[in-house]
Nanobody
Framework: VQLVESGGGLVQPGGSLRLSCAAS?????IGWFRQAPGKEREGVSC????????FYADSVKGRFTISRDNAKNTVYLQMNSLTPLDTAVYYC????????????????????WGKGTLVTVSS
């Protein structure tokens, strides 16, 4: 299983970016996590591949949207109304083992991680 992220960069506050994650192999859930400087990694958004349930962190609800294109084996994170607080390294991760948890309120147990892509929101 491999993950290849793309789409990070520098954007002004209020702007938008779309992250992409090409995922090969089978998995139960896939999602995006982020780690800001000096902070712990946090879950941003996930999709349960079994039933389509999506998870969003409270801090991104209404601004970020996760989606997938099964034909392209790609998951996207559309990020709108970005603020400097969204500045972080964003990681794509998936769970290929049955114990992964991806519900509307929780997302954890990922076992495969991408290398990350930097998102900087600054004027």
């Amino acid at each position: 299983v491999q993950l290849v992220e793309s789409g990070g960069g520098l954007v002004q506050p209020g702007g938008s970016l779309r992250l992409s994650c090409a995922a090969s192999g089978d998995y139960y859930a896939i999602g995006w996590f982020r780690q800001a400087p000096g902070k712990e990694r946090e879950g941003v958004s996930c999709i349960n591949n079994r039933d389509g349930t999506t998870f969003y962190a409270d801090s991104v609800k209404g601004r970020f949207t996760i989606s997938r294109d099964n034909a392209k084996n790609t998951v996207y994170l559309q990020m709108n109304s970005l603020t400097p607080l969204d500045t972080a390294v964003y990681y794509c991760a998936l769970g290929s083992r049955a114990f992964v948890v991806a519900t509307s309120t929780h997302c954890y147990g990922m076992d495969t991680w991408g290398k990350g892509t930097l998102v900087t929101v600054s004027s």
